[in-house]
Protein backbone atom coordinates (compact mmCIF):
# COMPACT_ATOMS: atom_id res chain seq x y z
CA UNK A 1 0.00 0.00 0.00
CA UNK A 2 1.10 3.18 -0.42
CA UNK A 3 0.35 7.04 -0.36
CA UNK A 4 1.16 10.37 -1.60
CA UNK A 5 0.62 14.22 -1.46
CA UNK A 6 -0.44 16.39 -4.08
CA UNK A 7 -0.24 20.38 -3.64
CA UNK A 8 -2.83 22.36 -5.91
CA UNK A 9 -2.62 26.25 -6.09
CA UNK A 10 -5.84 27.45 -5.94
CA UNK A 11 -6.31 31.06 -6.67
CA UNK A 12 -3.60 32.85 -3.92
CA UNK A 13 -3.48 30.37 -1.71
CA UNK A 14 -1.94 26.92 -2.02
CA UNK A 15 -4.34 23.51 -0.24
CA UNK A 16 -2.45 19.87 0.25
CA UNK A 17 -5.20 17.20 -1.02
CA UNK A 18 -4.35 13.84 0.52
CA UNK A 19 -4.89 11.03 -1.87
CA UNK A 20 -5.56 7.66 -0.37
CA UNK A 21 -5.73 4.98 -3.09
CA UNK A 22 -8.12 2.10 -2.46
CA UNK A 23 -6.60 -0.86 -0.93
CA UNK A 24 -5.21 -3.73 -3.91
CA UNK A 25 -5.75 -7.09 -2.78
CA UNK A 26 -3.24 -9.32 -3.85
CA UNK A 27 -3.21 -10.74 -7.10
CA UNK A 28 -4.11 -14.72 -5.98
CA UNK A 29 -7.20 -13.30 -3.84
CA UNK A 30 -10.30 -14.00 -5.41
CA UNK A 31 -8.87 -16.00 -7.69
CA UNK A 32 -9.47 -18.85 -5.67
CA UNK A 33 -13.00 -19.58 -4.51
CA UNK A 34 -14.35 -19.77 -1.26
CA UNK A 35 -12.28 -22.61 -0.38
CA UNK A 36 -9.92 -25.53 -2.21
CA UNK A 37 -9.33 -28.52 -0.40
CA UNK A 38 -5.74 -29.03 -0.78
CA UNK A 39 -3.66 -32.66 0.42
CA UNK A 40 -0.42 -31.59 1.75
CA UNK A 41 1.97 -34.28 1.63
CA UNK A 42 4.79 -33.36 3.13
CA UNK A 43 6.99 -35.38 6.52
CA UNK A 44 9.08 -31.97 7.12
CA UNK A 45 6.54 -30.74 10.22
CA UNK A 46 8.16 -26.99 9.96
CA UNK A 47 7.17 -27.21 6.03
CA UNK A 48 3.51 -28.67 6.82
CA UNK A 49 2.97 -25.57 8.71
CA UNK A 50 4.76 -23.18 6.59
CA UNK A 51 2.61 -24.29 3.46
CA UNK A 52 -0.72 -25.20 5.31
CA UNK A 53 -0.45 -21.26 7.05
CA UNK A 54 0.03 -20.30 3.19
CA UNK A 55 -2.49 -21.96 1.37
CA UNK A 56 -4.87 -21.12 4.46
CA UNK A 57 -4.14 -17.30 3.93
CA UNK A 58 -5.42 -17.97 0.04
CA UNK A 59 -8.61 -19.21 1.32
CA UNK A 60 -7.82 -23.22 0.70
CA UNK A 61 -8.82 -26.43 3.27
CA UNK A 62 -5.44 -27.91 4.12
CA UNK A 63 -5.45 -31.10 5.18
CA UNK A 64 -1.77 -32.92 5.90
CA UNK A 65 -0.59 -36.06 5.14
CA UNK A 66 2.87 -36.90 6.73
CA UNK A 67 3.52 -39.92 3.69
CA UNK A 68 2.91 -41.16 0.36
CA UNK A 69 0.45 -44.19 2.44
CA UNK A 70 -1.10 -41.68 4.86
CA UNK A 71 -1.68 -39.75 1.35
CA UNK A 72 -3.40 -42.53 -0.38
CA UNK A 73 -5.52 -43.36 2.44
CA UNK A 74 -6.98 -39.84 2.54
CA UNK A 75 -7.40 -39.79 -1.12
CA UNK A 76 -9.33 -42.72 -1.40
CA UNK A 77 -11.41 -40.87 2.05
CA UNK A 78 -11.66 -37.38 0.97
CA UNK A 79 -12.06 -35.45 -2.87
CA UNK A 80 -9.37 -33.33 -3.33
CA UNK A 81 -9.08 -30.35 -5.45
CA UNK A 82 -5.17 -30.35 -5.53
CA UNK A 83 -1.94 -32.47 -3.83
CA UNK A 84 0.84 -30.79 -3.21
CA UNK A 85 3.43 -34.12 -3.05
CA UNK A 86 6.69 -34.21 -1.00
CA UNK A 87 8.74 -36.12 -3.44
CA UNK A 88 11.48 -37.43 -0.87
CA UNK A 89 9.75 -39.21 2.41
CA UNK A 90 9.97 -42.04 4.67
CA UNK A 91 7.83 -45.43 3.98
CA UNK A 92 6.70 -44.08 0.60
CA UNK A 93 7.85 -41.59 -1.41
CA UNK A 94 5.92 -38.95 -3.33
CA UNK A 95 6.89 -41.06 -6.86
CA UNK A 96 5.09 -44.34 -5.79
CA UNK A 97 2.40 -42.29 -4.44
CA UNK A 98 1.82 -40.15 -6.90
CA UNK A 99 1.59 -43.59 -9.27
CA UNK A 100 -1.05 -45.25 -6.99
CA UNK A 101 -3.22 -42.36 -6.42
CA UNK A 102 -3.17 -42.58 -10.56
CA UNK A 103 -4.10 -45.94 -10.16
CA UNK A 104 -7.34 -45.16 -7.88
CA UNK A 105 -8.76 -42.24 -9.98
CA UNK A 106 -11.35 -43.58 -12.57
CA UNK A 107 -10.73 -42.60 -16.01
CA UNK A 108 -11.56 -38.70 -16.77
CA UNK A 109 -10.79 -36.09 -14.57
CA UNK A 110 -7.56 -36.28 -12.97
CA UNK A 111 -6.41 -34.18 -9.36
CA UNK A 112 -3.70 -31.96 -10.54
CA UNK A 113 -0.67 -33.34 -8.17
CA UNK A 114 1.80 -30.98 -7.75
CA UNK A 115 5.88 -32.75 -7.40
Do not use: W
Request: hydrophobic content about 45%; charged content about 25%.
Amino acid sequence: MFSFMLNFPIAETEVVVPVQPPVVKPPLSGALRDYIRVLLVEDNVVNQKLAARLLEKLGCEVAIANDGRDAIEMFQEQLYDLVFMDCQMPNMDGFVATHEIRRLEKTGDRTPIIG
